[in-house]
């Protein structure tokens, strides 16, 4: 795409050295930047997947460049509000938007078993992967799942609050 | 595009070197590159720019002025046997699908060329470079490599004169020089330069561009040149010499953008083309073998030896300018529909002219018995340099020493000796340069074998 060859411009100087890139994934998934993603499930339900994607236009090139490593750190906090259940929030990276959310996630934090107006911190492990091919390519898919499982009862309510997702790829570029 | 953009720019570097390098003679003499690239007057060097020196060389003698210098290019030996030919599109340093390619170390190569052992080399910067990327946001830091992106403008330019073959009769030449010039300068844009050099974050709806112009002509020119003594004698004359030029001109292209880079949206990353290129840009050009370019110009000079001293001033091409009667100009555009740069055909058998830059040089030499010294100042169109140097011999042996102000203003410095045998002496010289994209300076050894 012509319209980022800028961007592969900026990297024709990077020499021997890394191409570095911190991406701040939440403000592409959330643009209003509250980082919200609320749920609402009957009660009983053994599995329900709520996802949400986007897609990251990485500056072209970056398909003959090969992944160092990847950094995946997140964090976020749910704030149930009614019902009871099990949340477990997972990341997925993909090239295509079809395969997101086929493989295993990044990573993945669960909330444990809640019950009405709670409020419980999920912290999730930072994930490295080495020579990750997910990255060689211009365009990749970020997507976040909420896999609940509720309890019979009331319907399960309440929104989970990513306060950070954030990328880190690191290059050896062959951009040219 | 790849390839474009490399070629593109490694060429424009390397057009744009070509001239300056001519200008500020490429010596191959290890004798004067000690000397801090000192043409003493009766060596080769100041005839190209002072058409009296031909008379003064016929005429005058100075002590210690070799009459060939065969260079021993010791640095292409190194270098080929670090790059064998044999696998040079194989070599990282030539191969841009290599890990190992660093292209600032292959313009730094393009721009100083090895022909001389390098003893220092400017170091190439192999730092990492940091993008922090948001949805609005947008900051890249690119380390240290910001050094190397230039504040002001930056140019190379200049007129050379590679080959002029030509028979002499009683001070009257008759000769054909080849004749080239070449201009490449861009500047960077307050908002760009803010975004590179200082790693601020992009603005919404604001556009990054940069202004650059690249020029090159080219051709040949019958010229018939006068230099003689008109008073005086061996021991003290002054000495006169013109030219006059008739340019032909083989092409000529030029290309300038007033802007050209990119404009960012209401979010810096919106939708699959976050930015959108800038490209204003207009080409004109004389292909080879179109219709040749006219023009006359001249060249004027004076020369003034007496004893141990010599004196010279000179001026080329003086009012050259170059007539193409039938150019071409086109202009780039960025088409958004079809997300390409197009080049519109505009006006079409048209005249133009160009001009080529004068140049001027003063020299100042002495030359008595085991000692020379001198200073040269050359203007070349983009520039001034300034040369001071000096040789002591010892028997069979010289020490040189000089320092240049070179067209980036940065003084440099050089030193060297030789050992002299008979008609035979071998010549070693070091000398700083910054002909690099590097701040920091490298040092070239270089050696010559000189008959006297």
């Given at each position: ?39 609402n ?27 160092d490593?990847?950094?995946v ?8 509000v009614?019902?009871s259940g ?12 079809a ?9 993945s ?19 490295v ?30 929104d ?17 | ?21 001519s200008g ?9 590159i ?17 058409p009296a020196?031909?008379a ?9 002025e070799p ?8 640095g ?30 292959a ?8 022909f ?6 400017p170091?190439?910067?192999?730092n ?18 910001r050094?190397?992106?230039?504040v002001?403008q ?25 004749w ?19 790693a ?15 020029f ?38 030029r ?7 990119f404009?960012?949206?209401d ?8 930015v ?5 840009a ?14 006359i ?29 039938d ?6 555009r ?8 197009y ?7 048209t ?7 004068v ?10 018995g085991?000692t ?56 070693a ?24």
């Amino acid at each position: 795409m012509l319209g980022t060859v800028w961007l592969s411009a900026l990297l024709l100087g990077c020499g021997e050295g890394r191409a570095i890139f911190n991406v701040d994934v939440l403000s592409f998934l959330t643009p209003s930047g509250d980082g919200l993603f609320s749920y609402n499930v009957v009660g009983g339900v053994p599995q329900v997947d709520l996802d949400s994607s986007v897609q990251l236009t990485l500056p072209p090139g970056l398909g003959r460049s090969s992944t160092d490593s990847v950094q995946v750190t997140a964090a976020a906090i749910l704030q149930n509000v009614t019902g009871s259940g099990n949340v477990t929030f997972q990341v997925y990276f993909a090239k295509t938007q079809a395969g997101l959310f086929s493989g295993t996630p990044y990573i993945s934090a669960s909330s444990g078993p809640v019950s009405g107006p709670d409020t419980v911190p999920l912290l999730l492990p930072t994930s490295v992967s080495l020579s990750d091919s997910v990255f060689n390519a211009t365009d990749v898919w970020a997507g976040v799942r909420l896999r609940l499982s509720t309890n019979l009862g009331p319907n399960v309510t309440g929104d989970l609050r990513l306060t950070q997702l954030a990328l880190r790829v690191v290059l050896q570029d062959k951009v040219f | 595009m790849r390839a474009s953009i490399v070629g593109l720019g490694l060429t424009a570097l390397v057009l744009g070197y070509a001239a300056p390098v001519s200008g500020q003679w490429l010596a191959v003499d290890a004798r004067r590159i000690g000397m801090g690239g000192l043409a003493v007057g009766l060596s080769g060097g100041v005839v190209r720019f002072n058409p009296a020196y031909r008379a003064v060389r016929r005429h005058a003698a100075r002590p210690g002025e070799p009459r060939l210098t065969v260079p021993i290019p010791l640095g292409l030996v190194s270098f080929f046997e670090e790059h064998p030919i044999s696998h040079i599109t194989h070599d990282p340093m030539f191969n841009p699908d290599s890990a190992a390619f660093n292209p600032v170390e292959a313009i730094n190569t393009l721009l100083h060329p090895p022909f001389f052992l390098q003893v220092k080399t400017p170091p190439t910067p192999t730092n990492d470079w940091i993008f922090t990327i948001g949805r609005d946001h947008l900051v890249v830091d690119l380390g240290q490599s910001r050094e190397l992106i230039p504040v002001d403008q930056f140019g190379f330019g200049g007129s050379s004169r590679p080959i002029d073959p030509g028979v002499d009769l009683k001070g009257v030449r008759l000769s054909v020089m080849t004749w080239f010039h070449t201009e490449v300068g861009f500047q960077l844009g307050d908002q760009l330069l803010g975004f590179l050099r200082d790693a601020d974050s992009a603005q919404h709806n604001t556009a990054y561009t940069i202004s650059a112009d690249a020029f090159t002509e080219g051709g040949f020119a019958p010229t018939v040149s006068y230099s003689g003594r008109i008073a005086g004698d061996t021991a003290a004359g002054f000495y006169v010499g013109a030219a006059l030029h008739y340019y032909v001109g083989a092409g000529y292209w030029r290309t300038s953008a007033d802007s050209a880079g990119f404009m960012t949206g209401d979010t810096i990353f919106a939708g699959p083309t976050p930015v959108t290129p800038v490209m204003h840009a207009v080409s004109s050009y004389s292909r080879v073998g179109n219709s040749v370019g006219h023009g006359i110009g001249g060249d004027l000079g004076f020369a003034y030896a007496s004893g141990p001293v010599e004196v010279g001033f000179g001026i080329n091409d003086i009012g050259a300018t170059i007539t193409w009667p039938d150019t071409r100009l086109d202009t780039l555009r960025y088409d958004q529909a079809g997300d390409s740069v197009y080049s519109k055909p505009g006006l079409r058998h048209t005249s133009t002219t160009t001009r080529l830059p004068v140049t001027y040089i003063a020299n100042l030499g002495y030359a008595l018995g085991k000692t020379t010294l001198g200073v040269t100042v050359l203007n070349s169109g983009r520039g001034t340099t300034i040369q001071v140097g000096g040789e002591q011999r010892f028997g069979m042996l010289a020490a040189r020493g000089g320092v240049v102000r070179d067209q980036r203003k940065r003084m440099q410095l050089a030193w060297g000796g030789g050992v002299r045998l008979g008609s035979f002496s071998l010549d070693a010289a070091f000398a700083t340069y910054g002909t690099s994209l590097s701040n920091e300076r490298g040092i070239t050894m270089a050696t010559s074998v000189a008959i006297y």
